[in-house]
């Protein structure tokens, strides 16, 4: 009986990870984020359901860790461990935040996948295009997907219409930091204020 | 106050910048160049103060009269805002063929006065856009800040201007320059002039501001939600515009939809997580 239970239990949990799994090739990897989006962005969910899961999902597929070095710039270098620890802990709050705030305002997108361009071992550049709306114009998404481990891609930057949000975020660090005199611990402070607002 | 006056002011007020500009380069090291802090683009910021006070300003304008004008024009019903804005773009489309040929850039130059032909007939007066289905794609709008891009000058300094944005050294000589080659600044311009080449007696100063001030509702209302995005999710409204700025000038002038092509991408490669 016991291992009838062992086995059933297996078996659920197997399924439930693999339904958790994402394909290893870029353009399927954005593909099924996408469907996955579309899924949780419709009308009759409520804005803190969308929250949740879409940050389940920036969970599981953006490199956070990465994204909060890029966002640092040659800023992280002078960290000690410590700082880096609150700062990588800071960072991954303000983004899940600010990543979800973003994307909760939009409701049952129509994104296409369509082509992906081979950087180099490292980077994929998979564009898309959200479909235009009677508000929005058609908008040309490209996604920089980090591919050193090839059998788990994830995404590194969203580059909207041509600007990158990854770069955009950094140079806004920057004047933080710079407005404060290079003083680091003002930009900890900003991120701890906009977690909490 | 007539309309000539305050175009006379909006000249000196821009010329006095540019001359700040030039003494502000010449004098200091201007703020921290974003080389520092890892990225590659060396635009500095010459008066940091005035412009964030100037961004403040525009800000304070924008709430106050452009985004609810815009957010009235929203309310229009969906034709007759993408008619209004094609015939906006259809006019835009004369300046942007005057760079096209300053740059050199021939093909583009023909498809743009393709593009205006069939759309002022066919289109009528540009409310239409058969020029696309029938192959003439819209490829992008042009300035002679582009234009001098192109030449190779460099961006020079950053700053705000009052009303009109974030600009550069470049882009504010430029914007000098689109009057000069823009045709429906000159038509509308030279009113005393009627010699069928410039200027033309049935048109007045203020058919041009009408036009340019419907592009700029038509452009803040298809940008409601982004600029909201932005502010609500910046911890620097500021930078992030600058940022947003300069990489759309940078690919504007570079005539490409990428910024893998136009930015460098150096600082990506020393981020190594997994």
Not at chain 1, 118 to 130: A, D, E, F, G, P
Request: glycine letters at 6%; a neutral charge; aromatic letters at 10%.
């Amino acid at each position: 009986m016991k291992k009838k239970i062992f086995i059933i239990v297996f078996f659920i949990f197997g399924l439930s990870q693999k339904s958790f799994a994402y394909s290893s090739d870029p353009k399927q990897f954005i593909q099924e984020i996408v469907d996955e989006a579309k899924k949780i962005l419709v009308d009759s969910n409520t804005k803190e359901f969308k929250t949740e899961k879409l940050s389940e999902i920036a969970l599981k597929t953006v490199d956070i860790k990465g994204v909060a070095y890029y966002s640092l710039g040659n800023y992280r270098k002078t960290l000690n461990d410590e700082q880096m620890e609150e700062y990588l802990v800071l960072f991954e709050k303000y983004f899940l935040k600010s990543f979800t705030s973003r994307l909760t305002d939009y409701s049952d997108p129509k994104i296409e996948v369509l082509t992906a361009e081979i950087l180099n071992s490292k980077y994929t550049i998979v564009k898309s295009l959200l479909l235009a709306t009677d508000k929005k114009p058609e908008v040309k998404i490209e996604w920089r997907v980090y591919t050193k481990n090839p059998n788990k891609p994830l995404i590194r930057d969203l580059i909207i219409e041509g600007l990158s949000l990854a770069r955009t975020q950094k140079e806004e660090f920057a004047s933080v930091i710079e407005t404060n005199n290079g003083d680091i611990t003002k930009l900890f402070v900003t991120l701890k204020e906009f977690i909490a607002k | 106050m007539t309309i000539q006056m305050i175009r006379r002011l909006i000249y000196i007020t821009i010329f006095t910048l540019l001359l700040q500009t030039t003494s502000v380069i010449a004098g200091t090291t201007g703020s921290e160049e974003l080389s520092k802090s890892g990225s590659q683009d060396s635009t500095k910021e010459c008066f940091e103060g005035f412009s964030r006070a100037m961004f403040k300003f525009n800000h304070a304008l924008d709430r106050a009269v452009f985004e609810p004008v815009a957010k009235g024009y929203r309310a229009l019903p969906v034709p007759i805002r993408k008619g209004t804005g094609n015939v906006v773009d259809n006019l835009r489309s004369l300046l942007t063929l005057s760079n096209n040929i300053l740059q050199g850039d021939f093909n583009r130059a023909g498809n743009t006065a393709a593009r205006f032909g069939i759309n002022t007939t066919a289109g009528i007066l540009g409310i239409f856009d058969p020029a696309a289905k029938l192959g003439f794609e819209d490829q992008g709008k042009e300035d002679f800040g582009q234009t001098l891009g192109a030449w190779g000058a460099e961006s020079g300094c950053y700053f705000v201007l009052p009303i009109l944005g974030p600009t550069t050294t470049r882009d504010a000589v430029g914007l000098v320059g689109n009057v000069f080659i823009d045709p429906v600044y000159q038509i509308t311009h030279n009113t005393e002039i009627d010699n069928g080449i410039v200027g033309n007696s049935t048109y007045s100063e203020h058919n041009y501001y009408y036009y340019r001030g419907t592009g700029a509702v038509d452009f803040r209302a298809k940008n409601i939600e982004s600029w909201d995005s932005l502010e609500e999710n910046s911890i620097d409204l500021y930078a992030s515009l600058k940022s947003l700025y300069l990489q759309n000038r940078k690919q504007k002038i570079a005539n490409s939809a990428s910024a893998v092509k136009t930015q460098d991408d150096s600082d990506w490669e020393e981020i190594d997580t997994n």
